[in-house]
Nanobody, 124 residues
Framework: QVQLVESGGGLVQAGGSLRLSCAAS????????MGWFRQAPGKEREFVAR????????YYTDSVKGRFTISRDNARNTVYLQMNSLKPEDTAVYYC?????????????????WGQGTQVTVSS
């Protein structure tokens, strides 16, 4: 089992920044690629970003490229999502997830463990 706890969400004006954190405990953190997803009201959960076990490979959905950066600190068992130039359409609950597999996937069902989510609200 891997336990994931997100933090760092909040209310920010459009154009602002937030940094989300996800602290992992349980199994060996470096055995998992990590991802961030988000879910807006009335919408399906969507992929945001993914980082490989070592942190050397990252992957983003097109709508956040150039604005969001995923990173991880394996010594601290933590993954981060730095979000800049935020837009109202970024408003959602953001979830981190852990994947035992090594193939890049944007499919939520392929991830093995999930956090409880943190709310991000961007006002216009």
């Amino acid at each position: 089992q891997v336990q994931l706890v997100e933090s760092g969400g909040g209310l920010v004006q459009a154009g602002g920044s937030l940094r989300l954190s996800c602290a992992a405990s349980g199994r060996t953190f470096t055995n998992y690629a990590m991802g961030w997803f988000r879910q807006a009201p009335g919408k399906e959960r969507e992929f945001v970003a993914r980082i490989s076990r070592s942190g050397g490979v990252t992957y983003y959905t097109d709508s956040v490229k150039g604005r969001f950066t995923i990173s991880r600190d394996n010594a601290r068992n933590t993954v981060y999502l730095q979000m800049n130039s935020l837009k109202p359409e970024d408003t959602a609950v953001y979830y981190c997830a852990a994947d035992r597999g090594q193939v890049i996937t944007t499919t939520a069902a392929r991830y093995d463990y999930w956090g409880q989510g943190t709310q991000v609200t961007v006002s216009s």
